[in-house]
């Protein structure tokens, strides 16, 4: 991994009151205290919330460097897994904001994936009505994508994110070095979107991703700040015009539509979830050329480029009306019509919502056959 060091990056997310920044740095999860300095008048209480498998690795470096800044830190560490995002979680955070005794104005700081990140700013978003919520985020993922925007939210044995709310953090605070520790397959599935955001509204971002692949893999410091950065823009972008998803934030759905399915048809065993939404993009593309909206050839270059990712990319295979029920049930349909994020070309998504279930049998039958 090369070393840049002064690789730094702070984007503003403009949202009147609710506006923040989002701060990437190599080495930054140290000085994480210091940054707080400028948010609060003075440091107080806080809760660093975390995970079993996150917390042993980075817990004690943003504890020093809170408590060396003069807050008091307390830590919540929750079990690992998309399965622990659940109500029961939510309620181990209530109880541990409660002994704390957190106030209105004290912060809770989400250290770990999307998972953790998603789970604490709902909390946020609810004890006391609403407290400061900081994000540092540790997995390519959140890095890119869910720990910028403010959606946050808990599963119900009903559906994955159904309990939740739109609540921005104060800070989003990227160590782009606590990747090293992460598993290859998760790297994978965090760059899997990041090459979204070139498919959606970015094609030269899509080029540049093919050409640094191996960079992007191999976590070359370089290629990952500006990937990071280069999402990080192009979903502030999208959430700056369209904060709570009544448009074009939409968009970022991309391959959503069919990777929920896929999701749910395989009981969130067998994939994670970028990998589903791969697959499902993949689908999104050959519907696109099906439909005659995209060129030929769009599908099979996002397919050359997830397997230079290493994604899975092969469909499985469930019948067509097995689709069309695990679509039914995803909750981002407007009233009974199912929405697909369909492509022009790369760069250039939109939203198709008179896509017929004629249209999704013979995608269907495309992979059958
Ligand atoms: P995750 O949070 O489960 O993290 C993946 C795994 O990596 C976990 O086992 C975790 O403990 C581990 N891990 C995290 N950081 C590590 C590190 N630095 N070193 C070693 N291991 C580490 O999964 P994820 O992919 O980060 O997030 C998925 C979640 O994000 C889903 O629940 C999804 O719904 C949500 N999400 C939310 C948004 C949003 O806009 N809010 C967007 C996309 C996804
Ligand atoms: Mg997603």
Not at 13 to 28: A, Q, T, W
Not at 85 to 110: C, H, Q, Y
Not at 243 to 262: D, S, V
């Amino acid at each position: 991994m090369s070393e840049t060091g002064t690789a730094q990056h702070t984007y503003r997310v403009e949202l009147g009151p609710r506006s923040y920044d989002i701060h990437i740095e190599p080495g930054c999860l140290g000085r994480l205290g210091e940054a707080m300095a400028g948010l609060f008048s003075s440091p107080s209480r806080c809760m660093v919330i975390s995970n079993v498998t996150v917390a042993p690795l980075y817990m004690d470096s943003v504890r020093t460097s809170l408590e060396l800044a003069g807050w008091q830190v307390s830590e919540c560490i929750l079990a690992d897994g998309e399965r622990y995002k659940t109500m029961e979680s939510f309620g181990l955070i209530m109880d541990a904001l409660m002994e704390a005794k957190l106030s209105r104005n004290e912060p809770v700081i989400a250290l770990g994936g999307g998972v953790v990140g998603d789970m604490t700013g709902f909390a946020a978003a609810c004890y006391r009505r609403g407290i400061p919520f900081i994000q540092v985020p540790t997995t390519v993922l959140a890095q890119v994508d869910s720990s910028v925007g403010g959606k946050t939210a808990i599963n119900h044995p009903h559906g994955k994110n159904m309990i939740g709310a739109f609540y921005q953090p104060k800070l989003v605070w990227i160590d782009p070095t606590v990747l090293n520790t992460l598993e290859l397959r998760e790297i994978r599935a965090g760059i899997a979107e990041a090459v979204k955001y070139g498919l959606i509204r970015d094609a030269a971002l899509f080029a540049w991703m093919r050409e640094n692949m191996h960079a992007a893999l191999n976590l070359d410091a370089d290629v990952l700040g500006k990937m990071i950065l280069s999402s990080c823009r192009h979903k502030a972008e999208v959430v700056m015009a369209d904060e709570t998803e009544q448009g074009q934030r939409a968009l970022l759905n991309l391959g959503h539509t069919f990777g929920h399915a896929i999701e749910s048809m395989t009981h969130y065993s067998t994939y994670l979830h970028g990998e589903a939404v791969a697959i499902g993009t993949l689908m999104a593309a050959r519907l696109s050329e099906q439909l005659g909206h995209a060129p030929a050839g769009t599908e099979d270059a996002i397919r050359t480029c997830y397997r230079q990712v290493g994604l899975p990319v092969d469909v499985p295979a469930f019948s067509a009306q097995q689709w069309l029920d695990a679509m039914g049930h995803d909750k981002k349909n407007v009233g009974s019509r199912i929405r697909y994020i369909l492509l022009h070309g790369i760069g250039n998504a939109f939203l198709a919502e008179d896509v017929s279930p004629d249209a999704i049998c013979s995608l269907i039958d495309s992979y059958l056959a």
